[in-house]
């Protein structure tokens, strides 16, 4: 029997459907987060309300808050919450070969692609002044890496290697310890020393958000916070944007599929259940051909078996996935850009041709060889993307997340004269009587300084 998708047969019942998303505020916790959030705090609180606590905690009292809630929430009492550097390196030392090797290519390739994003100063000179621009790079910047079911070593590199080749000074990680341990997880910790970070933390959850944004004793306070987190973490970068800089609010992953009837089932299944292993994930087909769609049921059910997490991604499939049957591909890719997916997957003959009329993903995979699980962790381009349908004016991490820019002005005595005029009106029409003022003033004073030294000119001074 073939796996039963969501199947939304027109364009318009996928967008009621398929495609609606859902907000922060209509998240639900489980009952079982709700006795634990009274166990921890001794009353019944809204995620919001959990992430306000924790923050005027970590406000107040610093190390101590955090480790508080380490203990309560992870349940680890930490007697330092600075990982060292010999614990990094037995890390290291410890993870197979194998997995070093991994790390080594993985960061060696997203490297070379920020490399090519590095952003630059510049100023433009004229006869009678300058304008142009200083590229300078953050600081400081916090890199929050998730832990528990699925420790985000990729993330990791994702985020911190753009940010070294912007120039950024110092790199901190923060990220949740295991319990057995009392330590980050070890593929983690390998994936620090190999982005080579400055520091790392064994604090989670929105108390790690909370101290990278404000400091403490022992977490320095960073100028951004880059990296995924649950719905804890999003809402404590939700609280704290503004006091520190956020790069997204990053809701569940997401994978949109557009495939004709010449796809491979085999392949669109897999990509579907590589995200469906994710945890709220959206697997998503768009497709004009019902005989592919079947084919894919079919292929779904067959490849579940061989995995160890079938519920779980069963479970993401009927409630944040499924498929929906277009006329053509035109209104697949209309329906795709009305969603503007983290990951856009073109799964048709021709790919490249369809390329052009893309106006919002966080990324797009060509063909059928580029499969996006692929993307997340060697291809090269940051894997940290746009999500819930901020792919309409938001962009994947890159270099310039980590750099700031300064304008120059510089306008010479000839300039002023010119365009002096247009200010002031502008000013007149606005009501800033000091603007106006400010500007005429200056106008007089260099039209009067260069009369003094024509006539300086003229008399022989």
């Not at 590229?135 to 929050?144: E, N, Q």
Request: glycine letters at 8%; charged letters at 20%.
């Amino acid at each position: 029997m073939a796996f039963p998708l969501r199947v939304a047969q027109t364009a318009d019942e996928g967008r009621a459907t398929i495609l609606r998303r859902h907000r922060f505020e209509e998240v639900e916790i489980s009952p079982a987060a709700s006795e634990r959030i009274e166990h921890v705090f001794g009353r019944r609180l809204s995620p919001s309300e959990v992430v306000a606590q924790i923050i005027a905690d970590v406000a107040t009292r610093g190390d101590a808050a955090v480790r508080q809630y380490t203990k309560a929430i992870d349940g680890v009492d930490l007697a330092s919450l600075v990982v060292a550097p010999a614990e990094i390196e037995d890390a290291y030392a410890n993870v197979s070969e194998e997995l070093r090797q991994a790390l080594a290519v993985a960061a060696q390739r997203i490297r070379a692609f920020h490399l090519r994003q590095q952003a630059r100063s510049w100023v433009e000179w004229s006869n009678d002044g300058a304008q142009g621009q200083m590229v300078r790079p953050l600081s400081r910047v916090g890199v929050y890496v998730p832990g528990g079911s699925a420790p985000l070593a990729s993330s990791l590199l994702m985020a911190a290697i753009p940010a070294r080749v912007a120039g950024v000074e110092q790199i901190i990680v923060c990220t949740p310890p295991v319990p057995q341990t009392g330590l980050p997880h070890p593929a983690v910790l390998a994936a620090a020393k190999a982005a080579e970070v400055d520091a790392v933390f064994a604090v989670g959850g929105a108390q790690a958000i909370a101290a990278m944004a404000l400091g403490t004793e022992t977490i320095p306070r960073v100028d951004k916070i880059v990296g995924p987190g649950n719905l804890f973490v999003v809402l404590a970068k939700k609280a704290l944007y503004g006091t520190v800089g956020i790069e997204s609010l990053p809701g569940p992953t997401e994978t949109l599929i557009i495939a004709d009837a010449d796809a491979d089932p085999v392949l669109v299944a897999a990509d579907m259940l590589a995200q469906a292993e994710h945890v709220s994930a959206s697997a998503i087909l768009l497709t004009p051909s019902s005989s592919l769609l079947g084919a894919v049921e079919d292929e779904i059910e067959r490849q579940l078996l061989a995995l160890p997490f079938a519920a779980a991604a069963h479970e993401s499939l009927q409630t944040r996935g499924g498929a929906v049957l277009c006329q053509d591909i035109a209104e697949a890719l209309d329906l795709a850009n009305e969603y503007a997916p983290e990951h856009l997957c073109l799964l048709v003959r021709e790919p490249w041709s369809l390329l052009p009329r893309v106006r919002n993903a966080g990324g797009v995979f060509l063909g059928e060889s580029a499969s996006e699980a692929l993307g997340d962790y060697v291809i090269g381009p940051s894997h940290i993307m746009p999500t819930g349908g901020t792919a309409r004016f938001a962009s994947p991490v890159n270099v310039w997340d980590f750099v700031k820019i300064t304008s120059i002005f510089a306008p010479g005595p000839g300039e002023v004269a010119e365009i002096s005029g247009a200010a002031a009106e502008l000013a007149k029409a606005e009501g800033m009587h000091a603007h106006r003022q400010a500007i005429l003033l200056r106008q007089a004073i260099l039209l009067r300084e260069a009369s003094l030294l024509r006539k300086g000119h003229r008399n022989g001074g």
